[in-house]
């Protein structure tokens, strides 16, 4: 079963605005990953969140953390063409750190 | 540095017949997990390894799955007999020890698996 769950399923924005998309978990966290994968390929890491931390910023990604709501939220400002892509949170146990339980992605759409 | 690798990268088979996926990780990278990944969901684990030991199998459906870490570098994902529902892209990632806020995964670029 998949611990995070994505919202929204889809979201199709234009060139140059801002993406939001929202993850849920159920359990204690050690941490929460950001996770990109386009059409056909594999996934690629975005960014790692610890379960103290309560916002970080890597480039044009933003992720916050709410513990007490079990929730994050990942944003990408200025989008472009090229962020189409799939979103995954993932999150790693307590105590079981190299294990991560993915959720079932949102798809984002980029119009030029 | 080269990423993890993947082989093939798509396999059409009949149901009934055998698969084997195979994955080389990144250098160095002690730890290795063998995902599947259904239409429209996120990766699902199905085993970990560390190094040549299977810590994390309990995802594995082990009547038809195997895997293998022989040398602690790369793995070998068997599925004997494929059945129709085993349609869906396996994936391999890995990762070194964790360390901090370490713990992110590298993922190759997967087979495509079509039984029919």
Excluded at chain 2, 13 to 38: D, M
Excluded at chain 2, 41 to 66: C, M, T, W
Aim: charged share 20%.
């Amino acid at each position: 079963s998949q611990q995070g769950e994505e919202d929204p399923q889809a979201l199709s924005i234009q060139e140059g605005e801002n993406a939001t998309m929202n993850c849920s978990y159920k359990t204690s966290i050690n941490n929460l990953q950001w996770y990109r994968q386009n059409s056909g390929r594999g996934l690629v890491h975005l960014i790692l969140i610890r379960s103290n931390e309560r916002e970080k910023h890597s480039g044009r990604l933003r992720v916050t953390l709410d513990t007490s709501k079990k929730s994050s939220s990942l944003l990408i400002t200025a989008s472009r063409a090229a962020d189409t892509a799939s979103y995954f949170c993932a999150t790693a146990f307590s105590g079981s750190a190299r294990q991560l339980t993915f959720g079932s992605g949102t798809q984002l759409t980029v119009l030029p | 540095e080269a990423g993890v690798v993947q082989s093939p990268r798509y396999k059409i088979i009949e149901k009934k017949q055998p698969v084997a996926f195979w994955c080389n990780p990144i250098s160095g990278h002690n730890t290795l997990y063998w995902y599947r990944q259904n239409l429209g969901q996120g990766p699902e684990l199905l085993i970990r390894y560390e190094n040549e030991e299977a810590v994390d199998d309990s995802q594995l459906p082990k009547d038809r799955f195997s895997a293998e870490r022989l040398k602690g570098v790369d793995s070998t994902l068997k599925i004997q007999p494929a059945e129709l529902g085993d349609s869906a892209v396996y994936l391999c990632a890995s990762s070194s020890r964790p360390s901090g806020d370490r713990g992110e995964q590298f993922f190759g670029p997967g087979t495509r698996l079509t039984v029919l």
